[in-house]
C-alpha cells in the first residue's frame, strides 16, 4: 500500500495537463410558450460547465426541484469581432424530477434534445461571458429559457 501513493503520485504528475473550459450557467429566466396553464417562469437554475458538459438543479414548471445533465453534442461558433461571436448549439440530455407528468418520461427521467443560441464575450484568452437561449420542446410548444454563462478557459 505505502508503494501506491507514490506510484499514483507520480502518474498524476506525470500526466500532460489538458485544456478545458469550466464555469458557472445561470439561468435567469423562462418563458412558456403555452399560456394556458398557470406555471412556474423563474427556474432558479444554478450549474456548472464542464468541456462540453452541463449539471444543473432547477426549479421546474410544477414548482418542483429538478436536476438535468447535458452535452454540448454540434455546435457551430460564427465570430462576429476577435472577442465576440454567436454559437448555435444542439444537445442531447436528461432532466429529473417531473415525475410522469411529461408523455416523453421514464421512470422520473425525460430525455431531451436541446437546440441553443448564444452571444459570447471574450474578455481575454482565459476569461468569457455569454448570454445564452435554450429551446426545450413540450407538447404545450415549447419553453425558452435564458441564462448566463461565465466559463474560465484553461489552454497550457
Excluded at 508503494?3 to 500526466?15: D, G, H, K, R
Excluded at 432558479?44 to 421546474?60: D, E, I, M, P
Excluded at 410548444?141 to 478557459?153: E, N, P, R, T
Amino acid at each position: 500500500m505505502k508503494s501506491l501513493l507514490p506510484a499514483l503520485l507520480l502518474l498524476f504528475f506525470s500526466y500532460p495537463v489538458q485544456a478545458f473550459d469550466t464555469g458557472p450557467w445561470l439561468g435567469l429566466y423562462t418563458y412558456h410558450i403555452s399560456r394556458d396553464r398557470p406555471v412556474n417562469e423563474r427556474n432558479q437554475l444554478l450549474g456548472w460547465q464542464y468541456n462540453r458538459w452541463l449539471v444543473a438543479r432547477f426549479t421546474n414548471s410544477f414548482d418542483e426541484t429538478s436536476y438535468s445533465l447535458g452535452y454540448r453534442w454540434k455546435e457551430w461558433p460564427v465570430p462576429l469581432s476577435e472577442r465576440s461571436r454567436l454559437n448555435f448549439g444542439l444537445s442531447p440530455g436528461v432532466a429529473y424530477g417531473y415525475g410522469d407528468r411529461l408523455t416523453a418520461g421514464f421512470a422520473g427521467f425525460t430525455p431531451g434534445l436541446i437546440p441553443s443560441a448564444s452571444l459570447e464575450w471574450r474578455y481575454s484568452p482565459q476569461w468569457s461571458v455569454s448570454k445564452d437561449f435554450l429551446y426545450i420542446w413540450t407538447k404545450n410548444g415549447g419553453v425558452v429559457l435564458g441564462g448566463l454563462s461565465i466559463k474560465w478557459h484553461s489552454h497550457p
